[in-house]
C-alpha cells in the first residue's frame, strides 16, 4: 500500500517575520524608520540590550521610538493567515498597564492587611510577566518599587523561619504560588529583583530614605538560597549607584552578612558568591570598609576559595578566583589586611599561586598583594616563609615569562631585588632557580 505524500510545508510571507527574532510575528510594532518588529523582540533589542539605533536600517532611535506604533493592520493579516493555512492563532495582545492602575494597586495594599498585600503582588507579578513594557511601568509607577522595598522591611522576619529554598531560578509568580514562596517579604523581593531596576531608579530609592542598603543586609540573613541571590543582585546594583560618601559609611551589619555569603560558598549558587565578591570590590576602597571587611573574616574566607576553586579550569571558578584575587589587593592595602594574610597558614600560597593561573587582572592584583607584604610586612620569617611556601619560585617564573603583562613583571623584579640578600643564596632556592635570580 503506496503512502500518501506527505503535506508541503507551508511557506511563510517574508513580512509576516520578525528581521530580529526571524519568527512569525505576534505583536508587531512600527518605529519611525518604517521597519516592522514583534514587540519583545524590539523591547528586548532597545531595553535590554541597550541598543540605541534600528537593527536593519541602523539609524539612530528617537523618542517616539521608545513606545513604538502598534501595527495593527498587520496583525489581522496574520491572524488571518493563521486560520487559513491551520496555524495556530496567537492571542490578540493585551493592552499594557498604565502607571494609574499600577498606583491604585499599590495604593489599596498600603491600606489593606496581608491579604491585600499578598493579592497586590500576585497581580503585580502577572503584569511584569506580560512584556517588558510593562515591567517598566511598575518600575516607573509613584511608589511602587518604595512599596516593595517596605513590604521586604516589614515582612521579612517571617522570612528568617523559612526553610532555605533551592537555587532554581524561578519568576516572582513562581514564588507567589510555591507552598515555601507565601511570604509577602520574599515575593516582594523576587518582583524587585524581577524589575531590573536602573541607576536612575536605584538612585532615587536611595535618597528616599527608604534604608535600601539595610533591608538588603538583613535579608542575605535570611535561610532562602533563591532570596539570599536575589539579595545580593540587588545590593550590587544599589551600590553601583551609591555615592562614595555613603559607601564609607557602610554598616558592620551589611560586610560581616556579605562577608557569611562568600564563606557560605559550599552551600550557595555560585551567582551569589560572585555577586557577594562584587560588593567587597567594591565597598572596599572607601574609608575604613578595608579594616571592617578584614575584622569581619573576609580574608580566611577569600583564601580558601582561592584554595578551592578560585584557579580551577572552569570559566566561572576562574572568574571567582579573579575577584577574590582583587578584594585580597584591597585588604592588603591595610596593616590588618596584610597581618591576616601573613597569620593564614595557606595565606602567601594561595596568592601566589593565584599570581599564575589567573588572567591578567587577576595575576596583577595577586602580585601586587604579594608586594604589599613584601614591603611592609617583611619580617624575616615571612620571608622565609615566601621562600619556602613558592612565592619566590613563582615570582622568577612571572620576571622569566612576562606573559602577564609588563607592571607584574616589573613588581615581581622589584621584589627579588628588594630581598635578594635573603633569597638568592639560600639552599631552600633549588640551584635552576638561584641561576636565573635578577642581578
Known amino acids: 500500500m503506496e503512502r500518501s505524500p506527505a503535506p508541503a510545508p507551508v511557506e511563510v510571507p517574508k513580512f509576516f517575520v520578525c528581521p530580529i527574532s526571524l519568527e512569525v510575528m505576534r505583536d508587531p510594532v512600527t518605529l519611525s524608520s518604517g521597519i516592522t518588529y514583534d514587540r519583545d523582540s524590539i523591547e528586548r533589542w532597545v531595553f535590554t540590550d541597550g541598543h540605541g539605533d534600528c537593527p536593519v536600517t541602523k539609524l539612530p532611535l528617537g523618542a517616539a521610538d521608545l513606545e513604538p506604533t502598534p501595527n495593527h493592520t498587520l496583525r489581522r493579516l496574520i491572524q488571518a493567515w493563521c486560520a487559513a493555512h ?3 492563532r496567537f492571542p490578540t495582545p493585551r493592552p499594557p498597564v498604565d502607571a494609574d492602575r499600577v498606583a491604585a494597586l499599590v495604593d489599596a495594599a498600603r491600606k489593606g492587611g ?16 506580560e512584556s517588558d513594557r510593562n515591567r517598566r511601568c511598575v518600575e516607573g509607577a509613584p511608589g511602587a518599587v518604595e512599596f516593595l522595598v517596605s513590604v521586604v522591611k516589614d515582612h521579612g522576619a517571617s522570612s528568617l523561619a523559612k526553610p532555605s529554598g533551592g537555587s532554581r531560578e524561578e519568576s516572582a509568580h513562581d514564588v ?12 516582594a523581593l523576587s518582583i524587585l529583583h524581577s524589575l531590573k531596576l536602573s541607576e536612575e531608579t536605584m538612585k532615587r530609592v536611595l535618597e528616599s530614605g527608604d534604608d535600601l542598603v539595610d533591608t538588603l543586609a538583613s535579608v542575605l540573613r535570611w535561610p532562602s538560597h533563591r532570596a539570599r541571590t536575589h539579595g545580593m543582585h540587588l545590593l550590587k546594583a544599589a551600590l553601583a549607584a551609591m555615592q562614595p560618601s555613603r559607601l564609607s559609611s557602610a554598616s558592620t551589619e551589611l560586610i560581616e552578612a556579605v562577608v557569611r555569603v562568600v564563606g557560605d560558598r559550599a552551600s550557595l549558587p555560585p551567582k551569589a558568591v560572585k555577586l557577594a565578591l562584587h560588593v567587597l570590590c567594591r565597598l572596599c576602597p572607601w574609608g575604613r570598609n578595608r579594616i571592617r571587611v ?3 573574616g573576609a580574608m580566611a574566607a577569600l583564601v580558601e576559595l582561592l584554595l578551592n576553586e578560585g584557579c580551577g579550569g572552569s570559566t566561572g571558578g576562574k572568574r571567582a578566583g579573579e575577584l577574590a584575587a582583587v578584594a585580597i589587593d584591597h585588604l592588603c592595602g591595610c596593616a590588618e589586611g596584610r597581618q591576616e594574610l601573613v597569620a593564614h597558614p595557606a595565606g602567601l600560597a594561595a596568592v601566589a599561586r593565584a599570581a599564575t593561573r589567573l ?3 587577576g595575576t596583577e592584583s595577586a602580585v ?3 608586594h604589599a607584604v613584601a614591603r611592609h610586612s617583611a619580617t624575616p620569617a615571612v620571608l622565609q616563609e615566601m621562600l619556602a611556601v613558592g612565592v619566590v619560585a613563582r615570582l622568577l617564573y612571572l620576571v622569566q615569562a612576562g606573559a602577564a603583562g609588563e607592571r607584574p613583571r616589573e613588581r615581581a623584579r622589584e621584589m627579588l631585588k628588594m630581598h635578594a640578600r635573603v633569597w638568592r643564596g639560600s639552599p631552600c632556592l633549588a640551584s635552576h632557580l638561584a641561576s636565573s635570580y635578577p642581578c
Open 368 to 370: 601586587r598583594a604579594l
Open 114 to 129: 496581608r491579604p491585600d498585600v499578598l493579592t497586590a503582588l500576585r497581580e503585580l507579578a502577572d503584569i511584569i510577566g
Open 359 to 361: 588572567s591578567p587582572t
Open 294 to 296: 578584614v575584622e569581619a
Open 176 to 187: 507567589l504560588e510555591s507552598p515555601k514562596g507565601t511570604s509577602p517579604a520574599e515575593a
Open 86 to 88: 491551520a496555524v495556530e
